[in-house]
Every structure is written in structure tokens, then in C-alpha cells.
């Protein structure tokens, strides 16, 4: 099969618009809403196989199967009380084996913000898809340009084949979750030399930050009964890096096999084939709008795929 | 007052989003909604004061007040046929003098589109925000790039004292409606030149494609009375022109007073003084943030100004 660029942003851009009205009414008679300790603002959707664990921390949160809403105690009025609560939560459901994958445990705290875009708690990172709530990185396409005839080539690793999510797929040139307490250029810098050897003082001078894009992704579309159906509404921060043709980037941690200089045509190639982790791809079809690769002239959905890419989100967001 | 970028985006993207449910509701409930001749999808959202105007056409038309609907007639089912009758309609209510916004009657064909991007009818582009459907232009960014600093300038032109909307503001270096039957690069040569001298040769050498904006607008935020209330959903298509300092913009028609070359700090005094014609300060924006003007360390509100920028319209596009 071969994908189009608007098939590609779809398979992150899964949950349904709520124009989509059946679609809609479907998803959210499928998912409970997750709620602020004060009622006024949506966090996440969670799976009722979720919802069905927290009823047994009564505690920690309400949870209301008419409304299929689960709130956090109005008790827990501080950030640092529902940090407690919430990751002690986690941490006795990965003991007990509950969920999957809890087995993932970073031990990386991850901020979830509130309608101020101020800290509202921050949360062990492979607990977040198991309540639905926003979570960001930073990804860097790092590209070589011709000097004679500004050709673009893109700096592409393939994933190792023993990481546990998409292993052996191929990745954008660097990429990184923003965890607590780094901010986005400090993410970038360290993902820059842990994945790909760059020196800070190289990408300090050189990276240029060029967006945010965001987006609704599902696990597995329309599946609730599994731990494929956790949401994960993603936004990642967009770095420009302009690699000199002298710098051959090579994997420092084990998170890369090797990496590869490749022209925009094998780039698209390898992407319709859906060789490629499903983010990057969305982060790939944005660096080619923005560079005049993709253009009204050769694709027809350009609207729907910047639309989608940079969705806003029903939650709070940074 | 100064305006914040997000203050300046939320003036071009003014209808409330679905999940700020109270604000969404009381949107929904002072418009009709504009379907198609066969009930399947949304084309726009029309003021009481135009469906008012409607009942008198039920020859084109079915309103329903209960629903709030306004429905092109089932026996419109060919592209031809809307045209014809919505047209007539129209030159009939500006003959009549029934609304204001007619008396500037263009002559020019704006298409509608279908779920399938196909067109779906045209009509006058006067006419179109009686009907609150989407509307599409193109916005170039016309720059000078210092060779040895890298800095950026802008090429801003003052609109006419004269000209019917916006006069005497600050504009994007060139802009137009993209119409029937020309496609988005042949609208952008042909005002580049009609508005600022550039020559056609030099344009379709040094203009890139860098994607495209969309916000949902009215022209008065919660004004539902009069004229001021339509609605006007927007896409518009962004293109970046590297201007060569040898080159000076000027105007061949009478669309703009004079060009300025602005460094980045006095484009943004302007802006944030409110001197911009509303959506320029949108495509602005967009510019400062693909070209690392505005970052996520400088600029607590990037994403939201990023999502506001692109947003999926509820309307078939394009």
C-alpha cells in the first residue's frame, strides 16, 4: 500500500472532529472525561478499563459512570498533593501488574498544564496515555543544503531494533519528549548529542525553531477495550537544523542503528511505503510545506493536512 | 493598548471553539446554518437579518426555524444551477439595495467546495459573507535578507486612504483573493505585480510556497444584528518572496500608498500597536514563527497562536 501525505497525518491525527458528529458521539460515549480537582477544565479521556481501576482509589479521584467523568478529589487543591496522590496511584498499579504499560516506567515527570498554561501536575511519563492528557517534544529535522542549487537532503536514523516502540522504523533526525524541569532548547541540545553526536556549541549557533505542531493521536483507531485504544493528544515543538556537509551525525546512546543522507524523493519514498515512525512522518510533511516541497499545485489536501497538523486540542495546553 | 501576538491572532480567529461549550452554544444559536441541496454537509453560517431575506426565495431556498437551517433546494442538484440562481438572488437583493455589503459587488467568482474538494458552486465574492462560506486569498512575505548577518526586513505597504476596507493601514507586502478560475502561484504573479511593480520573471524564480493559514472569522465578535455580524471562515495560502535589496516595490494600481522596508522590531511596534489590517498580523506571525523570530522562550503562547492560526474550519475547503 501506499500512502498519501494526507493517510500519513491521519494515523496520528486519529480522534474524530466534533463536526464529524457520529464519529464524534461515538468516541466520547466510548472514553470517560477526565476532569480538574475543581470541576472547570478537562485533562484527558480515559478508557473505561482505566476508569474501572480508579473506582478503586475513591481517595484519589470520583468517578461518575452516568456522566462518564472521572474528577480528582476537590481535597487535592495543590499541585504538589495531586503529584502524590496520582503517581503513588501509578506506582501501585505497575507493582500490581495492572497495566501493560506501566512496564515502561521512565521515572521522567512529565507537566500537564492547566486553562492559565500554568503547572498543574507533573506525572511519570508512562502513566500519562493511561489518562489521556497532552503530552510534548521536540523533534529536529537536521538537513544538508546544497550551496549550488539549494537541494535539501534530510539526516534519517533507523530506530534500534531492541527499542521497545517502533523498532527498526525509520525516525526523524532527532527527537525527544520535554520532560520536567528541561525546557525545549535544552531538550534539543542533549537529544542532539545523545542521538546523533552533535556538539552543543554546533547546535546552539545553528538550530532554528519553526513551529509547533499537534495532533489527536489513538494508539489503534476506534479500539477501546485494549490498551491500544489510550489516547494521546501529542504536541512537538519543530527545530530546523542546518547540518554542514563536514558533520557526520552517529548514535551515542543505542537509540539509533545508523543514519543515512537522503534526498527529499527517498524520504517520500520510504514515508509512502509507511517506513517510518508515524509521528515523524507528520513532522516531515510539515518541514516539506514549509520548504516549498509540498505546494497547492501538487497536492490536493494541503488545507486538511496543515489543519490536522496543527490541531488545538480540548485540553489546556503549555 | 498593545496587543500580544495571541490578542492580535484571536482577532482573526474570533468564533468560539466547540469546547468552549457555553461561548459555542450561544454562537450556534444566533445563526442558521447554511446545508446543501441534498442535507449531507455544512457549507456556512448565516445571519437572522440574511435568512430573514431568504424566506421571500423559496424558489432557491428552504428555511427552517426550528432547525435553524437554510437549505439550497433539492431540485438544485447541478453545479450549473446554483450558480445561476444563487447569482440572481444576489444581484436581485444589491439591486434592491437590501444589504450594505453588496454595494461592493465585484465581479468575481469565488468557488465553494464539496466534501470531495470539488467545486460546488460560485459565486459572487461580495456575496459570500452574507453566507459565512470559506473564502480563500494568498499572502506574500516579501524579505530582504542581509548576506552577512542573515537579518530579516520586511517590504510593508500602506493601503489607500481610499480603499473601501482597511483604509490607510498597514498591509502584507502582497495579498489577494484567490478567484475563479486562477490557481493560487497565478494569482500571487499577477498581484505581485498589480501591487507592488514585481515583475513576473523574477516572482516565479524567488517565491516559495510555506503552507497555509486558517482562522474563523467575524467581523464583529458577537454582533448578530447587523452586517458587522457575518461570518467569514478563511484559508489563506502563504507564500515567502526574497526580495533582492536592488529591487524597491511600488505601486502600479492604486491598492497601496507607498512601501516601507521595515526591520523585524519596527513590523512588530506596528502590529502590536494594532496598525496592521487584522489578518496581515496573522500571516506576520506565522512568518515570525517558521523564521525562529518568535519561540517558545520568548513567547509563552506558541502553541495556542499556532493552532489558532491553522484551524480546521467546519466546512468543506478546498
Known amino acids: 500500500m501506499t500512502y498519501s501525505f494526507l493517510d500519513l497525518v491521519k494515523k496520528i491525527d486519529v480522534v474524530p472532529y466534533y463536526f464529524d458528529e457520529g464519529e464524534h458521539a461515538k468516541f466520547k460515549e466510548s472514553v470517560y472525561t477526565f476532569i480538574s480537582h475543581d470541576g472547570t477544565f478537562r485533562l484527558g479521556y480515559i478508557l473505561p478499563m482505566v476508569s474501572k481501576e480508579f473506582k478503586n482509589h475513591p ?3 470520583q468517578v461518575d459512570d452516568t456522566k462518564r ?38 521515572n521522567e515527570l512529565y507537566t500537564i498544564y492547566d486553562t492559565e498554561k500554568k503547572p498543574y501536575m507533573r506525572l511519570e511519563r508512562s502513566f500519562c496515555p493511561l489518562l489521556g492528557v497532552v503530552l510534548y517534544g521536540c523533534q529536529i529535522n537536521g538537513y544538508v543544503q546544497s550551496p549550488e542549487t539549494g537541494e535539501l537532503k534530510l539526516w534519517v536514523p533507523r530506530r534500534s531494533a531492541t527499542k521497545p516502540t517502533y523498532p527498526g522504523m525509520l525516525d526523524n533526525t532527532v527527537a525527544g519528549g520535554v520532560g520536567y524541569p528541561q525546557g525545549c532548547l535544552e531538550t534539543v541540545i542533549k537529544e542532539c548529542y545523545e542521538e546523533a553526536g552533535l556538539q552543543s556549541s554546533y547546535v546552539k549557533d545553528n538550530v532554528s525553531f519553526v513551529g509547533v505542531i499537534s495532533y489527536f493521536y489513538q494508539f489503534e483507531k476506534g479500539s477501546f477495550d485494549t490498551e491500544r485504544g489510550f489516547v494521546q493528544p501529542e504536541v512537538e515543538y519543530i527545530y530546523d537544523l542546518r547540518i554542514d556537509p563536514s ?38 510533511t510539515d518541514f516539506f510545506m514549509r520548504h516549498g516541497l509540498i505546494t497547492p499545485e501538487n497536492e490536493k489536501d494541503c488545507i486538511e493536512i496543515q489543519n490536522r497538523l496543527h490541531r488545538r486540542l480540548p485540553f489546556p495546553t503549555r
Open 59 to 61: 481517595d484519589v479521584v
Open 69 to 106: 467523568e472521572i474528577r480528582i478529589l476537590p481535597t487535592l487543591d495543590t499541585l504538589e498533593l495531586r503529584n502524590e496522590k496520582l503517581n503513588a496511584l501509578a506506582k501501585s498499579w505497575r507493582d500490581n501488574g495492572i497495566f501493560l504499560h506501566l512496564k515502561g516506567w521512565r
Open 247 to 284: 558533520i557526520i551525525p552517529h548514535p551515542v546512546d543505542n537509540e539509533a542503528e545508523d543514519f543515512r543522507l537522503m534526498t527529499v524523493d527517498e524520504v517520500v519514498k520510504h514515508m509512502k511505503n509507511g517506513e517510518f515512525k508515524h509521528n515523524c512522518a507528520g513532522v516531515l
